[in-house]
């Protein structure tokens, strides 16, 4: 069964692809309820047992993120690391950065690139 397979069984808004030995987990526009939940199991099910040198979290698709949801994805992120891979934050929109520095979050210990190619490319990872 593929990741991608894994990620639609457990939920069909939380997907994610693998490039080389990197995981891309792309994060549904909402993450209240069970969503962070669902985000957690399917990002560590998917790094279980194989080897991963980063994962990457999409986020462009979030439209609002709360200083708790933010914690949430860094919590994952930690995880994540302590697994031994890298985790990238990619297309957080500028609004919702603004927001979490004027509500003085902890924005310490996560890496974020602009976008997915800026992150496969601090990676080294070839697209063609």
């Given at each position: 069964?593929?990741?991608?397979?894994?990620?639609?069984?457990?939920?069909?808004?939380?997907?994610?692809?693998?490039?080389?030995?990197?995981?891309?987990?792309t994060?549904?526009?909402?993450?209240?309820?069970?969503?962070?939940?669902?985000?957690?199991?399917?990002?560590?099910?998917?790094?279980?047992?194989?080897?991963?040198?980063a994962?990457?979290?999409?986020?462009?698709?979030?439209r609002?993120?709360?200083s708790?949801e933010?914690?949430?994805l860094?919590?994952?992120?930690?995880m994540?690391q302590?697994?031994?891979?890298?985790?990238?934050?990619?297309?957080?929109?500028?609004?919702?950065?603004?927001?979490?520095?004027?509500?003085?979050?902890?924005?310490?210990g996560?890496?974020?690139?602009?976008?997915?190619?800026?992150?496969?490319r601090?990676?080294?990872?070839?697209?063609?």
């Amino acid at each position: 069964m593929s990741d991608l397979d894994l990620k639609a069984s457990a939920s069909r808004s939380v997907t994610s692809t693998r490039i080389s030995d990197c995981l891309i987990v792309t994060v549904p526009d909402d993450l209240g309820g069970s969503q962070m939940d669902v985000l957690r199991d399917a990002t560590l099910q998917a790094i279980h047992g194989v080897s991963t040198r980063a994962v990457i979290f999409e986020l462009s698709s979030l439209r609002f993120l709360d200083s708790e949801e933010f914690y949430g994805l860094k919590s994952i992120a930690h995880m994540t690391q302590r697994l031994g891979s890298t985790s990238i934050f990619v297309g957080l929109h500028p609004g919702i950065v603004a927001h979490l520095v004027q509500a003085d979050a902890d924005l310490g210990g996560i890496k974020a690139e602009l976008g997915l190619s800026d992150a496969l490319r601090s990676l080294s990872v070839g697209l063609g």
